[in-house]
């Protein structure tokens, strides 16, 4: 009888931990100590405190750009503009800098003003229009490409002539956490902006309707819900953690970069589902998107550093895309 009510216990154990989601986070953070390791042993420049400043660097943007899409993708939805969008808004922040002369928290803010339109935008789209998001943010993401080529007259826009524009990303507000090795406030940036999303979804209703227009939308829209306005709202949000994505990379190339963007989506959505976030929606956590996102880091520098040419990287990253959705259909089944 004991034995019995034991294997009940485990087996209830082992399903509540399946259901959350924790088993995936910790596949992920031990998967990430592999790459570390598996990396430090394949190189011996690998582990070098510059090399992980420059990691955590590379993960303040595809970090920032996944939190962003985990919103969307935990209702059920799928945002494929965010790379363009990001360089949308790194351009609209050169506009207003560069060719317009204003001053610095003017350009931050329209760049991130313009994020934020962008994800309304997608968001009407979707739940107005009814236009399923893949269809939708494909639409946007040639759209955003094409402004963004047209706004720039297809010329990179440089931040010379603005003081401290640089600093956003490449500055060092806190200082040496180790002597010699100053943490970039990129870093900080994608770690404050992880917090403030992260308690956003635990402990305000933008958050509780989130997980549940991912989990069943029908149910909330019977229940008197206005399902529309708060998917615009969601979009809207996301849209503007894009733009500070694209403040970012902009200060850290101290440019903006119209051709720019292709591509980053899919390292973020990969970062978003390595790191537990169900493609179905209603499942997902911030926590788990930065672990996947430091996987992604991780592997891009690690392949790079041990000197693999660029192509084999994209079909490692293409094989982790494709591990990532089988390993979500494996839990859902």
């Known amino acids: 009888m004991t034995a019995s009510v034991d294997v009940k216990k485990e087996g209830g154990f082992l399903a509540g931990l399946i259901k959350s989601g924790a088993h995936q986070k910790l596949l992920a953070f031990a998967s990430l100590i592999m790459l570390?390791?598996?990396?430090s042993l394949g190189s011996p420049n690998f582990m070098q405190m510059s090399n992980m400043i420059a990691i955590l660097q590379a993960t303040s943007v595809i970090g920032v750009l996944a939190i962003g899409v985990t919103l969307i993708i935990i209702t059920g939805g799928i945002d494929l503009s965010i790379g363009t969008m990001m360089t949308f808004c790194a351009v609209i922040t050169g506009v207003f800098l560069t060719y317009?002369?204003?001053p610095l928290p003017v350009g931050v803010?329209?760049?991130?003003?313009a994020g934020a339109l962008c994800g309304f935008c997608s968001g009407t789209f979707v739940a107005k229009?009814?236009?399923p998001p893949f269809i939708a943010?494909?639409?946007?993401?040639l759209i955003f490409k094409?402004?963004?080529l047209v706004i720039s007259g297809t010329r990179p826009i440089y931040f010379n002539d603005t003081p401290g524009f640089d600093q956003i990303s490449r500055g060092s507000l806190i200082g040496d956490v180790i002597p010699g090795f100053p943490i970039p406030n990129g870093v900080l940036i994608l770690f404050l902006v992880a917090i403030g999303v992260a308690y956003i979804l635990s402990r305000t209703v933008l958050g509780r309707y989130t997980y549940a227009l991912g989990s069943n939308e029908e149910a909330v829209r019977l229940s008197g819900v206005n399902t529309d306005r708060w998917k615009i709202a969601i979009y809207t949000f996301a849209g503007a953690i894009c733009g500070v994505a694209g403040v970012l990379i902009a200060s850290r190339l101290n440019s903006a970069q119209p051709a720019l963007g292709l591509g980053y989506e899919l390292e973020a959505i990969a970062a978003v589902v390595i790191g537990g976030t169900s493609l179905s929606g209603g499942r997902g956590t911030i926590l788990g998107t930065l672990i996947g996102a430091l996987i992604m880091s991780v592997l891009t520098n690690g392949l790079r550093v041990m000197s693999v040419a660029q192509e084999w990287q994209t079909v490692a990253t293409g094989a982790i895309i494709i591990l990532a959705v089988y390993a979500d259909m494996s839990r859902k089944k």
Request: glycine residues 26%.
């Open 36 to 39: 570390l390791i598996g990396f």
């Open 100 to 102: 317009w002369g204003l």
């Open 109 to 113: 803010l329209a760049g991130i003003g």
């Open 129 to 131: 229009m009814n236009i």
């Open 137 to 141: 943010t494909l639409g946007m993401m």
């Open 146 to 148: 094409g402004l963004s």
